[in-house]
């Protein structure tokens, strides 16, 4: 079963600050990369992607994929309290020829004025 | 442009009754996904289609789930009888792409169907 793993947190974080997020998959084939926003009670929302190892800046989203470590992670600066939500990484995974997402169970951060 | 709709948004039922959720995607997606998400966890993949046909439903628990997506458009997800840990969202999500198609292959999900089985 290929898996995605984070860290349930919760993550708080000052306003203004730096907020990294980590994940790691176990699927070395593993190719797209992405990262959804959920806020409580809401669906998730597709806020970037990344398919190419290095750093993809998004304003203030910094995704970063590390191919060789199975790694990817989001950072967010300056982070503010309506940053505050769980975020989801998924990988797409081939299953009998077709792709598909695997998402880890989300990390929730908390940004404090 | 309309997003993916989801109906209804809130369903309680007890244990062992039965129980529909209807997703409309949005206009012109060939694939819809059908996700549950318990709370704390991620969304798990039930089952995919591509236009009318699965393409995956190896985590459907085919015993009490089932889906169809009828001329390719319209889905309705049903569980018969429900269980105390069929307590879940239930989110509904299309991509322009077909499953194989586009490096982006992004989802759009909808509002969710939030279900409590008693």
């Known amino acids: 079963q290929k898996e995605v793993e984070q860290n349930s947190g919760p993550l708080s974080v000052p306003e203004g600050a730096i907020a990294s997020l980590n994940c790691t998959y176990s699927?070395?084939?593993?190719?797209?990369f992405f990262w959804y926003r959920q806020y409580s009670g809401k669906s998730p929302e597709l806020i970037m992607s990344?398919?190419?190892?290095g750093d993809k800046e998004d304003g203030r989203f910094t995704a970063q994929l590390n191919k060789a470590s199975q790694y990817v992670s989001l950072l967010i600066r300056d982070s503010q309290p309506s940053d505050s939500a769980t975020y989801l990484c998924?990988?797409?995974?081939?299953?009998?020829?077709?792709?598909?997402?695997?998402f880890g169970a989300g990390t929730r951060l908390a940004v404090h004025p | 442009e309309a997003g993916v709709a989801q109906s209804p948004r809130y369903k309680i039922i007890e244990k062992r009754q039965s129980v529909a959720f209807w997703c409309n995607p949005i206009?012109?997606?060939?694939?819809l996904y059908w996700y549950q998400q318990i709370l704390g966890q991620g969304p798990k993949l039930l089952i995919q289609?591509?236009?009318?046909?699965?393409?995956?439903d190896s985590q459907l628990p085919k015993d009490r789930f089932s889906a169809e997506r009828l001329k390719g458009v319209d889905s309705t997800l049903k569980i018969q009888p429900a269980k105390l840990e069929d307590s879940a969202v239930y989110l509904c999500?299309?991509?322009?792409?077909?499953?194989?198609?586009?490096?982006?292959?992004?989802?759009?999900f909808g509002p969710g169907t939030r279900l409590t089985v008693l």
């Open positions: 289609f591509q236009n009318n046909g699965v393409v995956d």
């Open positions: 206009s012109g997606h060939a694939t």
């Open positions: 699927d070395r084939g593993s190719q797209s």
């Open positions: 998924a990988v797409r995974a081939i299953s009998g020829g077709y792709n598909k997402l695997i």
């Open positions: 999500a299309s991509s322009p792409t077909g499953p194989l198609g586009g490096s982006g292959n992004e989802q759009f």
């Open positions: 990344i398919y190419s190892n």
